[in-house]
């Protein structure tokens, strides 16, 4: 998969940081990347720390793999919670339907989408966009 743009990067990880069902929490998520929490909420959420080409990097690698359905949260026997990679990725596909908005009017698309893929757009962003 081809990296994210500095500017995609960041859209899509204020979207994936904002969704309270992602399934892995934000700690796990930046030990998976090599990084602490503090400097992803930092550099993604607040905007005190610069992206650079280390953090963009990483976080595109601990993305890209948590997209594809590579990378899950394990339990210990402690109830602490670590990333783990799988040998056989598994996407979570879920069927789904969205109002967006084209052109000039609203339409309905209907399919199957990537639950851990955050590239499009929500209704309110392109509402806010075309406005």
Known sequence: MK???????????????ADQDRGISVTVFAEACGLSKDTINKVFLSRT?????????RVNRGYAAWKAGLLRTMKRRDNSVFADYRKKPEVPILPSSRLTYENGSFRLKIGLQNRHDYSNPSLQEQLDKRG
């Open 3 to 17: 990296p994210l743009s500095k500017e995609q990067l960041r859209i899509e990880m204020e979207r994936f940081l």
């Open 49 to 57: 720390r610069p992206l650079t080409e280390v953090v963009q990097a």
